[in-house]
């Protein structure tokens, strides 16, 4: 799989530069209207691509990347007798990004140096889990606001837009949907320069051109250092370098690529993840965002919590439960998933305890939207046994057996702190029948099982996405409960087909996908298995160190599911947790 860095901020993301050129092979934006990602390509060729020439003959120099304060990535190199480096930058507010290419001469004669970009927007495509080139018109024009063009796609009406501008002495070449800008200098001994080149978007050409123009007027030093200070303040710190680093990473992925702003509304969404390279991007899922995701965002920014949590109350709560839905809140993937419906209340529970902002739960998008979970609940209640069905599991796969171990125990907790909120304490009586049906109706030969019908049948099994690891991290029962640890210890024999116990990467996977999980690496940190946890991840790269789906049980290389935000923000929740 090829290495990628990412970057972006809440209008745009760069979900795809190629390490090995520096390469922007796409670039996308949220749009309300379309109902999710709008991706500008370039098709065979990247869209926008660093070139250095020296002497007249370019250069491919071999990049090394680091990303500065866990987010801003940067990459130096070096190509005859020049070192380079290049720099992607996306300030935060702003519908526009930097690209500054750097070199220096190390040699002991003058160099013709050339530094700038190519690139090409050939098609606009259309991203929910599916990808789809849109049959619309492009276009590219002069543009006044920013001395060289302006390109956008139009629909009908335009449905986003992109341009370019730079310093007086950057060139332009330009013309059928292709560009190249740069500058020349004469470097002498020891002698550096930069170029520093803005791209700008919007829903049409005015706006694209002045968001690249307000970042110019802003300066690159300046965007920089702010940044930098607010990514420094939201970077949570662990006593060891390499945990900080993984952690923090992930947690900005999550925080720019598990939400965003749309660009024609700029109103605040919710996805599984803003990169195409994720196999369902850019839809909503309640157990991804709210018990993945926000737990890390509600550690690092309380204010952007409070917002997503009204969100989801006020866009999401319709068919909250349900499979997926498109970023507008309508539904995608129809079919009940139990979890899900308790999601949002979980959710609640996370950023009240960090904040203590009861005020919240006055807020009348809240009350109500309490209300309709507990109906919708009512629904899925079994006629005589204080017990839930659900119809699709943790993996969005269909079930085996309707009444799953791991979901009551949601509902459990749920019920017990409804029945706070709403001062019910009828609630807090279903929530203690709930515990007792668990126990009595989800234990077999002294472990919990994963699923029943209630009439006899039940299956051994877990899924890293609703794991039963996770019954003491959400309070159903202490880590030395015999039941509980029997469990566990079925789960990761090596006797469970499932399980990769032996290993280099020993954790658990699922039919979903049958390999590790990273999730699975996640509810370790969370249940007691941390250090073994902590040595499965020394041995795998993820998605070049960001969460994926699965790795390979022996090599660590992803397997499945990469550029997997949501998982990136339990990922940093649970090293959090762990380093504490």
């Known amino acids: 799989m090829p290495a990628y860095q990412v970057t972006g901020n809440e209008y745009l993301s760069l979900p795809a530069v190629a390490e090995n050129t520096g390469a922007v092979e796409g670039l996308t934006v949220l749009h309300m209207g379309a109902k999710g990602l709008l991706e500008l390509s370039g098709g065979d060729k990247p869209l926008i691509a660093p070139v250095w020439r020296v002497n007249g003959e370019e250069q491919t120099p071999a990049l090394e990347w680091h990303r500065e304060n866990a987010w801003v990535p940067v990459a130096r190199g070096e190509a005859q007798g020049m070192t380079v480096a290049l720099t992607y930058l996306c300030p935060l507010g702003e519908r526009a990004f930097f690209v500054r290419l750097e070199a220096e001469n190390r040699r002991a004669a003058p160099l013709d140096v050339w530094l700038g970009v190519r690139g090409q927007w050939t098609s606009t495509l259309h991203e929910v889990n599916e990808t789809i080139v849109l049959d619309g018109r492009r276009t590219q024009e002069a543009s006044g606001w920013n001395g060289a063009f302006v390109m956008q796609e139009v629909a009908g009406l335009p449905l986003c837009a992109f341009a370019p501008i730079a310093e007086a002495d950057v060139q332009w070449i330009w013309g059928d949907m292709a560009f190249e800008g740069g500058r020349s200098v004469l470097l002498a001994p020891g002698q550096r320069m930069c170029v520093e080149l803005i791209f700008g978007v919007g829903l049409e050409t005015v706006a694209a051109a002045t968001s690249a123009k307000h970042l110019l007027r802003l300066g690159y030093a300046r965007c920089l250092r702010e940044t930098l200070e607010w990514l420094g303040k939201r970077m949570l710190s662990a006593q060891d370098a390499t945990v900080a680093r993984m952690m923090n990473e992930n947690l900005f992925f999550s925080f720019f690529f598990a939400s965003g702003r749309a660009l024609d509304t700029e109103e605040l969404c919710l996805m599984t993840s803003r990169s195409p390279r994720y196999y369902v991007s850019a839809a909503y ?31 999401q709560i319709r068919n909250v439960g349900q499979h997926s839905r498109y970023i507008d809140g309508t539904l995608l993937e129809p079919g009940f998933e139990l979890d899900e419906l308790c999601a949002p209340v979980i959710a609640l529970e996370r950023y ?76 807090a009586r279903r929530a203690q029948a709930v515990r007792e049906a668990v126990c009595r109706h989800c234990v077999r030969d002294g472990q919990f099982v994963w699923s029943t019908d209630l009439q006899g049948h039940f299956d051994i099994y877990d899924e890293p996405p609703g794991s039963l690891q996770l019954l003491p991290h959400y309070g159903f029962c202490a880590m030395d409960d015999p039941v509980w640890q029997k469990t566990v210890r079925t789960i990761r024999s090596q006797e469970y087909p499932l399980s990769f116990a032996g290993r280099p ?54 397997e499945t599911g990469a550029a997997f935000a949501t998982c990136a923000g339990f990922l940093a929740y649970a090293l959090w947790h762990a380093a504490r």
């Open 285 to 315: 899922w309640d157990r991804d965002s709210l018990l993945w995701s926000f737990p890390a965002i509600v550690l690092t920014d309380a204010a952007y919590a409070r917002e997503i949590l009204l969100h989801v109350f006020a866009r």
């Open 352 to 427: 009240l305890s960090r904040t203590n902002d009861r005020a919240l739960l006055q807020e009348p998008c809240v009350k109500s939207g309490l209300l309709h979970i507990l109906s919708v609940l009512e629904s899925k209640r079994h006629p005589e046994i204080e017990l839930y069905e659900t119809f699709l599991q943790p993996t969005d796969d269909e079930i085996v057996y309707p009444y799953l171990t791991y979901d009551n125990v949601l509902v459990w907790r749920m019920l017990l702190l409804l029945s706070r909120w709403l001062e019910r304490p009828e609630l």
């Open 505 to 558: 990467i020993a954790e658990i996977g699922c039919r979903h996908a049958p390999h590790p999980w990273v999730l699975s690496i996640c509810n370790s940190l969370l249940c007691g298995h941390a250090d073994t946890a902590l040595a499965h991840l020394a041995r795998t790269r993820m998605d070049n160190g960001l969460a994926c789906e699965s790795v390979n049980e022996d090599t660590g290389a992803c």
